[in-house]
């Protein structure tokens, strides 16, 4: 990956936010550290310096000026280990015993302290070095004046010393966070760009293509099991949509092959006005019965999903059958079959009659297509939400004895591949059970699900009968 890409990634950002709010609570201790110990270092110092300070006005007290000078010679010797600042002067400010050459000129005052420069230097040092002096003064009896206070040049070293700690630990601390959200922003970025190549690979057609999951159950994995699920709802719901499709080709070829046989009738009776009318009149016939399969087809969705109860009527199923007969007996004997109808009494059933003459045609219909040149394209029947995994078909009459041709064809989509197709004959008496929507496939990286499809070859001679069982809306 590009550095440049990768600095506009929102993972490396959020990465840069963390660090910049950790530096900043890292600033905030050091500063609230550094006042608190500089604060408390001051307070010693001046505590020290008040102590010596009493020390030595009990020393003038019980010994006298000589008591004194012989004290202050003592604390301001060269090797005195200590920070300390002495001076005894003269009533004109003389000095007499300390380690300062002269009494302060000038000194900056706060309340009692004053400070002012001076040049320390440490044992065996043949230089020293200028620093910043506190102190206390006092004036004795006998115009005596006596300084005491320490150097901070120790103090000024140690905050120097903390305020570079602090900004190598800082800038440590910016390498290290840059660093581990340079790790994390790689494996953030990686998990992602796995689920968008996933998603270019659906969108340029894989569609049997779906999103990693890995085996930690993060939220990358919730979010590609989540995406699995919806592309096979999608899935589901694009086989629907295929699914009716080919039903409503299925229901309607008939119907218009013989409203386009009228037209022709109709368009070549020209001379003869009653025949031509004829024509007309069951070309009309042939249209009103492909709105009313239209109707029929969206009844049986509004039926699937529970919108059809209230029209529910008592129907003469005599009275429908033999509708549906009269509607396909032309057809048949076009293919060279006999359609009798025998009807023995009279039955009543509670449902839709729209519903129940489409449920009869497509008997009818599968019937006689199934004679010389009938044939059946490739298709799913899916029938309700929820449908039956598996469905059979019975095979009634004997290939190349009673019929030609007519071989049942199953095709098998492959991904990314022309699909396969099965081409099977089986003998009469047999039985077929096989998937109604996909069948489990082995592939590289495990089983996928692999779409069928059936029908029926065209049947060259004869009459091929079978009989098919089939679950509709396998919910109810």
């Not at 033999?322 to 039955?347: K, S």
Request: some cysteine; hydrophobic content about 45%.
């Amino acid at each position: 990956m590009r550095i440049t890409k990768f600095l506009r990634t929102t993972a490396f950002r959020l990465a840069l936010i963390y660090a910049g709010i950790f530096s900043l609570s890292v600033i905030l201790l050091f500063a609230f550290i550094f006042w608190t110990t500089s604060v408390l270092v001051d307070r010693q110092r001046q505590q020290a310096i008040v102590a010596d300070m009493n020390d030595l006005r009990d020393e003038f007290t019980s010994l006298g000026p000589s008591g004194l000078l012989d004290s202050v010679i003592d604390r301001s010797r060269p090797d005195r280990v200590g920070n300390g600042v002495y001076l005894l002067a003269k009533p004109d400010f003389t000095p007499m015993a300390g380690n300062l050459s002269a009494w302060p000129k000038a000194p900056a005052r706060q309340g009692l302290w004053i400070t002012f420069p001076i040049e320390a230097r440490r044992f065996g040092d043949s230089q020293g070095e200028r620093s910043i002096a506190e102190a206390l003064e006092a004036n004795l009896p006998g115009g005596y004046h006596v300084l005491v206070g320490q150097n901070t040049a120790p103090q000024r070293r140690m905050q120097s010393a903390t305020i570079q700690a602090l900004f190598w630990s800082l800038a440590a601390m910016v390498c290290l966070g840059l660093a581990g959200g340079l790790l994390l922003s790689r494996n953030m970025i990686r998990r992602i760009e796995a689920i968008n190549r996933s998603a270019e690979r659906i969108m340029h057609g894989e569609v049997m293509h779906r999103m990693p999951v890995g085996q930690s159950n993060d939220e990358f994995d919730r979010l590609s099991v989540n995406l699995n699920l919806m592309l096979e709802e999608i899935e589901r719901l694009v086989g629907g949509i295929r699914a009716v499709t080919d039903n409503i080709a299925h229901d309607l070829r008939s119907p218009l092959t013989r409203l386009k046989s009228r037209l022709e009738i109709a368009m070549n009776a020209a001379d003869d006005p009653i025949e031509r009318r004829a024509a007309i009149e069951q070309a009309i016939q042939e249209a009103d019965q492909l709105l009313a399969t239209f109707g029929a087809l969206l009844s049986i969705a509004d039926a699937e999903a529970g919108a059809r109860r209230a029209d529910m009527t008592t129907v003469e199923l005599s009275g429908v059958v033999q509708d549906v007969v009269e509607l396909y007996r032309p057809l048949a004997e076009e293919r060279g079959a006999n359609l009798d109808l025998n009807i023995h009494g009279l039955t009543r059933a509670q449902g839709n009659r729209q519903l129940l003459f489409q449920a009869v045609a497509n008997l009818i219909d599968n019937a006689v297509k199934y004679g010389e040149g009938g044939h059946n394209t490739l298709h799913q029947e899916l029938y309700g939400e929820i449908f039956f995994p598996m469905q059979l078909v019975l095979f009634l009459n004997e290939p190349e004895k009673d019929y030609t041709g007519g071989e049942f064809v199953l095709t098998q989509q492959i991904p990314r591949a022309q699909s396969k197709a099965i081409v099977l004959k089986p003998r009469g008496g047999d039985m077929l059970l096989f998937t109604t929507n996909f069948r489990p496939v082995k592939g590289t990286r495990g089983f996928y699900r692999a779409r069928m499809r059936h029908g029926v070859s065209e049947v060259h001679t004869g009459n091929r009968h079978t009989l098919g069982i089939i679950f509709h809306d396998a919910l109810t």
